[in-house]
């Protein structure tokens, strides 16, 4: 079985550009969520799809950052405009049920540098 | 402000000995607290558990302590391996919110053989 996948692994963009971070969660995870890194620092949560619902966005830190997973499969992150402390490391898991956190998988994550 | 902390950023243990993890949270309304592994390049593997009513919970060499009292816990690794070599990010949660974990900054865990 395939964990899920994060797409690009890293990216290096300008500051004021956009980019656009993808995820696949397993397959038959109904659930998804976002989390990053930053700088070092704790890994914090941003939000949780139900199939293609959002459950919880309240980590989601301003109106820069959208958060899509259209038909309930891959999820999309997009930052625009990009800005230097968007920098980071963003995490995608998913679960197939929600749980306590013993049963989340996570990506490797997505490396993005913002210059 | 961090809900979750981890006051020790490194920790070195020879191969063999006793690895202790600490950590500390404010938020006394969490239910779980757990432990996740994280190797370099990949994502946060989880490692062991405690729910909130338990003040122990043993899996093979790895063993979690709660103190509810102290809001503190830790991580036993006993004996510590050299794979063990890794982030080890405490964190916790309320029931009412399930998988929307709060981590703490990471200790990087080295065992030395």
């Known amino acids: 079985e395939a964990g899920v996948t994060q797409f690009p692994s890293h990216s290096v963009i300008e500051k004021g550009q956009t980019v656009t971070l993808r995820c696949d969660p397993i397959?038959?995870?109904?659930?998804l969520y976002w989390y990053r890194r930053v700088m070092g620092k704790e890994i914090k949560f941003l939000l949780h799809?139900?199939?293609?619902?959002?459950?919880?966005e309240s980590g989601m830190p301003n109106n820069r950052f959208l958060a899509e997973r259209t038909g309930g499969t891959y999820s999309t992150l997009k930052v625009q405009p990009a800005e230097l402390e968007d920098s980071g490391v963003y995490f995608c898991?998913?679960?197939?049920?929600?749980?306590?956190?013993?049963?989340?998988?996570f990506g490797e994550g997505s490396w993005l540098t913002v210059v | 402000d961090q809900q979750v902390k981890q006051n020790s950023p490194s920790l070195s243990v020879q191969e063999g000995r006793i690895s202790i993890l600490n950590c500390d949270y404010t938020?006394?309304?969490?239910?779980?607290f757990l432990w996740y592994k994280k190797y370099p390049a990949e994502g946060p593997t989880f490692l062991i558990s405690?729910?909130?009513?338990?003040d122990k919970n043993e899996d093979g060499r790895f063993t979690v302590f709660l103190n509810k009292s102290a809001k503190h816990l830790s991580l036993h690794i006993v004996p510590s391996q050299p794979g063990d070599s890794a982030v080890y990010f405490c964190?916790?949660?309320?029931?009412?919110?399930?998988?929307?974990?709060?981590f703490g900054p990471g200790t990087s865990l080295s065992v030395i053989p």
């Open positions: 397959s038959g995870h109904d659930n």
């Open positions: 799809f139900v199939k293609e619902s959002k459950q919880d």
């Open positions: 938020n006394s309304m969490f239910d779980y």
């Open positions: 405690i729910s909130s009513i338990k």
């Open positions: 898991a998913s679960s197939r049920q929600q749980g306590f956190g013993n049963t989340i998988y």
């Open positions: 964190a916790a949660l309320r029931e009412t919110s399930y998988d929307k974990v709060i």
